[in-house]
Structure formats: C-alpha cells, structure tokens
C-alpha cells in the first residue's frame, strides 16, 4: 500500500511563504508524475503545480512565477515553495502522485489527506 504523507501548511500574511512537503510511503514500485492541487471554499479543485519523473514541470495560471515544484526522486518526495502568497491562495492543499508502471502491471492515482494554507490580508 502506497500513502503521501503531506507537511508545511499553516498560516502566513499577504507577502509571506510557505513550504509544502510530500513524502510518498509504502511498497513503492516507481513514483510518476507528483504535484499539488488545491481547493478553497466552495470552489473546484484546481491544479497547483506538477512535475513529471523526468523533471517537466507544469503550473496553474494563478502561479505567475510565485511557486516552484520541486522532487528528490531518491526520496520520492515532492516540495512546494511558495512565495508572495496571496489571500485568494488560501484552501486546502492536496498532494497527487502516479505510483506504478507497465512492468508490475498497475498505475495508482494517490492523493494525500490535505493540508491548509491560510493567508490573511
């Protein structure tokens, strides 16, 4: 059984960062893709940030060169920077990863428990 255990989230001001961790645990075959959602009150869930294993990284709109995704594949571990944070990027953070390949014959969509992130004015 694989599980992502998420860390880092909290409370900060208009300006401020924060630094979110997720560690992929468990009988781990390949960890794929890693990224972060998020979701806010009665809003969608929407895509953060993600990296693929070869290190391709993608970002929601709302980034605008404020966040980086990082990973330690050794670690299979998968970090969100977050800088100039803004109120409207409060909500509930979620990690996302792809665990699995052809060669043991599954791919698992994993999401972890969430975190949240507050940002106030």
């Known amino acids: 059984q694989v599980q992502l255990v998420e860390s880092g989230g909290g409370w900060t001001q208009a300006g401020g960062s924060l630094r979110l961790t997720c560690a992929a645990t468990?009988?781990?075959?390949?960890?794929?893709?890693m990224g972060w959602y998020r979701q806010a009150p009665g809003k969608r869930r929407e895509m953060v940030a993600v990296?693929?294993?070869?290190?391709?990284?993608n970002y929601g709109d709302f980034v605008r060169g404020r966040f980086t995704i990082s990973r330690d594949s050794a670690k299979n571990t998968a970090y969100l920077q977050m800088d100039s944070l803004k109120p409207e990027d409060t909500g509930v953070y979620y990690c996302?990863?792809?665990?699995?390949?052809?060669?043991?014959?599954?791919?698992?969509?994993?999401w972890g428990q969430g975190t949240l992130v507050t940002v106030s004015s």
């Open positions: 996302n990863a792809e665990e699995g390949s052809v060669v043991v014959g599954r791919f698992l969509e994993l």
């Open positions: 990296i693929t294993s070869a290190g391709d990284r």
């Open positions: 468990g009988s781990i075959f390949s960890i794929n893709r």
